[in-house]
Every structure is written in structure tokens, then in C-alpha cells.
């Protein structure tokens, strides 16, 4: 039962509280030996749950979570073995780096040698060697997050699971460690669960994103897959930014399809769920696909230009009243795009996704 | 000015306060302290008297002249209060002093004739003994060291050296010691029991913990005195709790709960348990969760979690309460007075005796001061001792 590819596995898993309130429902989920998956949703859509079974500290109503072939129903989390890092770092105020570095070596009895070497390993690893002797109170948040982050892997646990570890910490900071924290998972090979409700964080860190809506799995793949190719319309507005428009399917082609939007626009996509001609649908977009030009496409008028430095949001307003924003970057912008002018928008076939016609706006 | 008139106007604002507390609390207990060290008594029964007994160097008998003095002073302050208060005061010192003193008053000859220490003699032999007229001096004032050094059994000999009471006079320090054990055995079950119901009441959600939170107040709101007479009502030798244990069976002779030092433990432990949880749930509510589970993720068993990360953090928490538990204990008069007997009486009530019953309000002011004493040394104590091993937050 060493199959590398079931390293972790979700066996309809599912989660409810008393009240009914179904935390988790029928999650499956195979995560392989030393890739990086991080759950990503709302909050309370499941994946701190998920997480929290995972380690133990939850037990599940119903189905099976097995690692590296052990089925973990009556393990404590004590003996699972599963180094952690919590939101608010857990560390322990009375003790120094050192010692909570430390402490999941000296429960296992570790000879004091040993123990020696490896917090300074650590310590090295996470570039905190001249912090040792200090208390986390005396550190900034972004050495505690690294005290929490040595702790975590000291004890060389196969798998570790993080919950939004970098929550509280400011952008800059944020950037530089999910940047870090991806370094210290190549260098180490390590299979790391990570919980987060941003989406930024999920593309550049994972190698895959499993995202969660009210309980269940919406959608599992690589960043790129949940970026390019998102399989509902809740996953196109979740991760990245989308333009969504609802419409009824005219014509199948293979996997490209024509939809008549509500607006009376007749525009191409690529069909992403299974239906037929006449069937309702929501086409999604991203604003970087949308090439804006004064021949080609559908008429609107340019309602407003926003500038964000690297880029420049352009919001525009359609006749039959629809509203749509298209990103152009900085150095990319035509002289004629000002407010109030009138120019065609228009997208490949192949950068639109005709997806299930859940309501844009009312995550059901 | 325009920083001045803030600080004007604060200091406004707390004035009501502050007069409030500086003649309601502070000067009363100020006035009660000092009646340690006065003496006044004597002084305002017989002046002159006191003035020749000071300078009287304490060998054999004062000089003839003093005596008359005081036969004369004596004459002078015949029924009225003056003379009863100062016969209290010696009293205390030598017991049947105020008798003698009283009848000796009584029964002076109108007129002066012949030797004044010979018409003393005659009516009161005792009058002739060196022993009377140095414990004269000694509460002849202003300042005295005699309400103290009784205080911890001590007193001052015919020399004026300090030497401790005989052994049958000798209550205090026994009682001292009684106080500081009682105290310790209250905090350390209040303690045993407050811990893991604060620990409970912090890991329960807000919904279930706010009604058992309730549960612990409404006893801290209700009145001591309510409360102990409560368990007077339960503990007595037919009431419930010996009714109960009878009739499941457990004893057969109902067990002796009142009126000894179990009533007295059972009642206090029960009445200060809320001043231990209180301190310990709010620090436990700010420990959370978190460090308890991290410690498990990374190996520790609950038990060794609980001794290396939980215990530890919670240590301010139990520092307060024992300390809030420890001293309001130390002071405790009413459940002592109503549950206990004899022997379990704590140092209050010999405070509250002596300034109600017998008006020795300088030997109160003097057991008052030193159980001050004691409790500021045990507070400062703990605060070096917690700065010295806390955590470096």
C-alpha cells in the first residue's frame, strides 16, 4: 500500500454538526506523496474542516480518511504524525524559539544531541538562526510565522498541513513567504496541505487547488486548469476575475457552442457542462481576454477608465444595459479609449466558457 | 493653560471619589492603626502622675511625692469616665487592676494624712508591690509598644524587657497560625476544584458557557452571611447532607459537620470558589484552544500537553485567584463566627471582639495591623516571585 499517488485520501468524507449543518459533504480527494494542494473557498465552505479531520482534531460523520495507506479513524492526532502550522501560530509564549522548536522532539524523547541538531537545521532552514534564545512575543509577525513553520517540520513529518498561515500578515510579507514556504517545499519534498481563502495565494503556491463551495469539492486541478479552464461559474468568479453573462445555447459545435446572451448578443465559447441546444448557460470571461476595437464585435460605450498602475480597468456599458470590465495593460492602452467612447468588444471563441447557469450573484 | 485645565478638570472629576474613600475608608482605618501604638488613657485620667512615673527609673517604689500626686489626681477624676477607662486599660495588663484601682478610689480618706504610700498600702496591699507601678509606667503614654507586643504574645517585664505571656495567656499566634493554614487549605481546594470548572467553562461555546457562568455568579452575588446560613441549614446534624448519607446508606451515626473546622472549610471553600474561577477563566479565555491542539499535533498527549503548554500559560490566572482567595480568606469573620466552634475562630473575630465586645480598640488596632503586615509581605512576595519566573510577555 505505498501507492504515491494515494498519499492522502478522502474517502466520502462528509462532516455534520448537530443541527444538521453539513460542514463537509462526500468529499473524495486523493493528494499524491510531495505535491502541495491547497483547499480553497469562502469561509465556511469546508476546508478548514477538512483540514481539522485530516489532522485529527475533527472525526468525521461519515467515510474514511486514509494516509499513506493507514486508515486514521482511531489515531489520535498525537500519533498521526502531521506537522501543523495553525492561523495564529500556536506558539507557545513561555517558552523561547529554541524550545518550541523543540517541544515536538522532546515529547518524543529525542537524545538532547539530536535535538541540538536538528532546531539548528531549522532554524537555519527558516533564516532565523540568531533568534533562539528569544520569546514570540519578542518577534515580528513574520518570524513567528517561521518559528510556527520550524516547528511544524522539525520533527520531518511526512505530511504538513497549514492553516492560513499568513493570514495576518501584510502583503509585502505575505508575497515574500508564500514564496519561501514554496522554496522549503521543493527543498524538502514534504506532501503540504495548505488552507486559504485567497485565491491569489492558491495559483502561485499549489499544484493543485481543490476549491470548496458549502461542503463540497467544486472543482480539483492545477492553477493553471482552475484559471483557464474553470468547470463552474462559481470557480470562474472565485479564482481571478470573470465577466459573466447568462444566455440560452443556439448551437453546438464539438466543444465550441454559440450562446445569445439576455442581451441580445450572439457570442462564441467553449462549452464546459453538459447541455444542449436551447439549454440555459452563463458565459464567463476573463477582462484580460476581451480585445476592445473600433471594428469588431459587439457596440458599448466606455463608461469609465480606472488606472492601477500595471494595467487599466475599463468598464463598460453595453446597449441592452449589461456592464462588463476589460483589463488592457498600461502600455497597452490605444489612444481612442477614453470615457464616453463608443467601441466594439469581442472575445475568441476559445477564451469564453459556456458553464452552468447557476445565478451570477446568488451563490445558491 | 490649556494643558493645565485638562488635568484640573480630571482631578475634579476623581475629587468626589477621593474624599469619599480618604474619609470613609482610608482614615478610619488610619485612626484604627494608630490606636495600636497610642495609650491615652492613663495620661487623661491622671496627668501628673504620668509626668512622675516617667521619671521614675523603675527600681523599688516610685517617690512619695508621686504617690500623693496620684492621691490626689485620683480624688480629682473619682466617678467619672476618665478613671473607668484608664482602669479598663490596666486591666488589661493585670487583671483585677480595675477593681483595685476602682475600690481603692472609693475608699481614699478625705483628707490628706500621713504617708501617702502607707494610706495606698492600707487599702490595697498590692499598692506596695513594685509590679503595680511599672505597669502604670507602662500605660502611662503617650506611645506605646504594649498593644503590639501582646499582640504576638509578648509583653514587656517589671525590667521593661520583652518576654512572651504565659503559656496560658498565649492565644495569638496560635491563632495567627490558624488563620494562615485555613487560609491555605481554603485556597488550595478552591484551586482543586475552581481549575477544571474554569477550564470547562472557557473551552464550551459562548452558548453553553454563559448560563454555567451565570451559575457561578449568582452565588458570588448572594450575600455571605445568605450563603452561610445556608449551610448551617444543610450541614447540621439532622440536616440534608447527613439525611442523605443516611439514607443511601453511607454512615450509620450522622457525621459532625458543623460547628468544626469541616463546616468552617466546607462554607469557605464554597463562598470564595467564584473569586478563583473568575481570575482563571478570563486568563483561560485568552489562551484558547490553539496551543492545547498544536501541542497534540506535534505529539505531546493530551496529559503532557496540558503540563508543558496549557498549565504554564494559565499560571497568571492562578496566581490571581489563589492570591484573591488567599487574602479575602485571611480577613473572613462571619462564616468562621457562624459554622465554626471554639478552636476555628479566625484572627477577625478577635479583631471584632476586641473592638466590640470589650473595647480594647488598641490590642484590634494591633491584631489589625499585623495581619495587615502579613498580607502586604505575602502580596509582595508573590509579585516578585511571578516577576521572577513569568513569562516575558
Not at chain 1, 504524525?81 to 518524543?108: D, K, S, W
Not at chain 1, 445569445?260 to 453538459?274: K, Q, Y
Not at chain 2, 480595675?98 to 504617708?115: F, H, N, V
Amino acid at each position: 500500500m505505498t501507492d504515491a499517488a494515494r498519499f492522502v485520501v478522502f474517502d466520502k468524507v462528509r462532516k455534520t454538526y448537530p443541527g444538521g449543518v453539513h460542514a463537509v459533504r462526500d468529499l473524495d480527494l486523493e493528494i499524491a506523496r510531495g505535491e502541495f494542494v491547497t483547499f480553497l473557498g469562502p469561509s465556511g465552505s469546508g476546508k478548514t474542516t477538512s483540514l481539522m479531520m485530516l489532522a485529527g482534531f475533527e472525526t468525521p460523520s461519515a467515510g474514511d480518511i486514509t494516509l499513506n495507506g493507514k486508515a486514521l479513524a482511531n489515531v489520535p492526532p498525537y500519533r498521526r504524525n502531521i506537522g501543523m502550522v495553525f492561523q495564529n501560530y500556536a506558539l507557545f509564549p513561555h517558552m523561547t524559539v529554541a524550545e518550541n522548536i523543540a517541544f515536538p522532539l522532546t515529547v518524543r524523547r529525542t537524545p538532547r544531541a539530536e535535538i541540538e541538531a536538528a532546531v539548528l537545521g531549522v532554524l537555519d532552514l527558516v533564516q532565523l538562526s540568531g533568534m533562539r534564545d528569544r520569546r514570540p512575543a519578542q518577534l515580528s509577525g513574520g518570524q513567528q510565522q517561521r518559528v510556527a513553520l520550524a516547528r511544524a517540520l522539525v520533527f520531518n513529518p511526512p505530511l504538513v498541513l497549514m492553516d492560513e498561515p499568513l493570514g495576518a500578515l501584510d502583503r509585502q510579507l505575505r508575497e515574500h513567504m508564500q514564496i519561501e514556504i514554496k522554496h522549503i517545499h521543493a527543498r524538502l519534498g514534504v506532501t503540504l496541505v495548505y488552507v486559504t481563502h485567497d485565491q491569489g495565494e492558491a495559483l502561485t503556491m499549489s499544484d493543485r487547488v481543490a476549491i470548496f463551495r458549502d461542503g463540497r469539492l467544486e472543482q480539483v486541478g492545477s492553477p493553471l486548469d482552475v484559471y483557464e479552464r474553470p468547470g463552474t461559474s462559481f470557480v470562474a468568479r472565485f479564482v481571478g476575475e470573470s465577466n459573466q453573462f447568462a444566455g440560452t445555447i443556439r448551437e453546438v459545435r464539438g466543444e465550441a457552442c454559440v450562446v445569445e446572451l439576455d442581451g441580445g448578443w450572439t457570442v462564441p465559447a467553449m462549452l464546459a457542462h453538459a447541455a444542449g441546444v436551447g439549454a440555459r448557460t452563463i458565459v464567463s470571461v476573463r477582462p484580460e481576454r476581451i480585445r476592445l476595437s473600433a471594428s469588431e464585435g459587439a457596440p458599448a460605450r466606455v463608461a469609465e477608465l480606472i488606472y492601477h498602475g500595471d494595467h487599466i480597468r475599463v468598464r463598460l456599458g453595453a446597449e441592452s444595459g449589461q456592464e462588463l470590465f476589460v483589463k488592457i495593460l498600461s502600455g497597452a492602452a490605444p489612444e481612442w479609449l477614453r470615457p464616453e467612447a463608443i467601441l466594439r468588444a469581442a472575445w475568441r471563441g476559445e477564451d469564453a466558457r459556456a458553464l452552468d447557469p447557476s445565478p451570477a450573484d446568488a451563490p445558491r | 493653560m490649556r494643558r493645565t485645565l485638562p488635568q484640573l478638570s480630571n482631578w475634579l472629576l476623581v475629587l468626589p471619589l477621593f474624599l469619599f474613600s480618604a474619609g470613609i475608608f482610608v482614615a478610619p482605618i488610619a485612626l484604627m492603626l494608630l490606636r495600636s501604638v497610642q495609650d491615652p488613657e492613663l495620661a487623661a485620667a491622671f496627668p501628673r502622675t504620668a509626668a512622675e512615673l516617667a521619671r521614675w527609673d523603675g527600681q523599688d517604689l516610685p517617690r512619695p511625692e508621686a504617690m500623693s500626686t496620684f492621691i490626689t489626681e485620683l480624688r480629682g477624676v473619682r466617678g467619672t469616665d476618665r478613671i473607668s477607662f484608664a482602669a479598663n486599660r490596666l486591666n488589661a495588663d493585670i487583671s483585677g487592676f480595675r477593681s483595685m484601682l476602682l475600690r481603692t478610689a472609693r475608699m481614699l480618706p478625705q483628707a490628706d494624712g500621713g504617708d501617702a504610700a502607707e494610706t495606698l498600702r492600707r487599702i490595697d496591699a498590692r499598692w506596695g508591690e513594685r509590679s503595680t507601678w511599672t505597669a502604670m509606667r507602662r500605660a502611662s503614654g503617650p506611645v506605646t509598644d504594649y498593644f503590639l507586643l501582646a499582640a504576638l504574645d509578648l509583653q514587656r517585664d517589671d525590667d521593661g524587657a520583652v518576654a512572651a505571656v504565659p503559656a496560658e495567656r498565649a492565644v495569638f499566634v496560635g491563632v495567627f497560625l490558624r488563620t494562615l493554614w485555613v487560609s491555605i487549605l481554603v485556597t488550595g481546594f478552591c484551586l482543586l476544584l475552581g481549575y477544571p470548572l474554569a477550564y470547562l467553562l472557557a473551552s464550551l461555546p459562548a452558548r453553553y458557557a454563559n448560563p454555567l457562568l451565570v451559575l457561578v455568579l449568582i452565588p458570588f452575588w448572594t450575600s455571605v452571611l445568605v450563603r452561610t446560613t445556608a449551610w448551617i441549614v444543610l450541614l447540621q446534624r439532622d440536616g440534608l447532607v447527613n439525611g442523605l448519607l443516611r439514607r443511601i446508606g453511607l454512615i450509620e451515626q450522622p457525621l459532625t459537620l458543623i460547628y468544626n473546622r469541616t463546616g468552617v472549610l466546607i462554607a469557605m471553600v464554597h463562598v470564595l470558589l467564584p473569586l478563583m474561577i473568575l481570575p482563571l477563566y478570563s486568563v483561560m479565555k485568552g489562551i484558547g484552544r490553539a496551543p492545547m491542539l498544536a501541542a497534540m499535533s506535534l505529539g505531546a498527549r493530551p496529559f503532557e500537553a496540558f503540563l508543558r503548554v496549557y498549565l504554564p500559560q494559565s499560571r497568571a490566572g492562578i496566581g490571581a485567584g489563589c492570591l484573591l482567595v488567599f487574602i479575602s480568606a485571611l480577613g473572613y469573620y462571619v462564616t468562621p463566627e457562624l459554622i465554626g466552634g471554639g478552636g476555628d475562630q479566625m484572627i477577625s473575630y478577635f479583631i471584632a471582639f476586641y473592638t466590640n465586645r470589650t473595647t480594647n480598640w488598641g490590642l484590634a488596632g494591633a491584631l489589625s495591623l499585623i495581619l495587615l503586615l502579613a498580607t502586604g509581605l505575602l502580596y509582595i512576595a508573590y509579585a516578585r516571585l511571578s516577576r521572577a519566573t513569568g513569562p516575558a510577555r
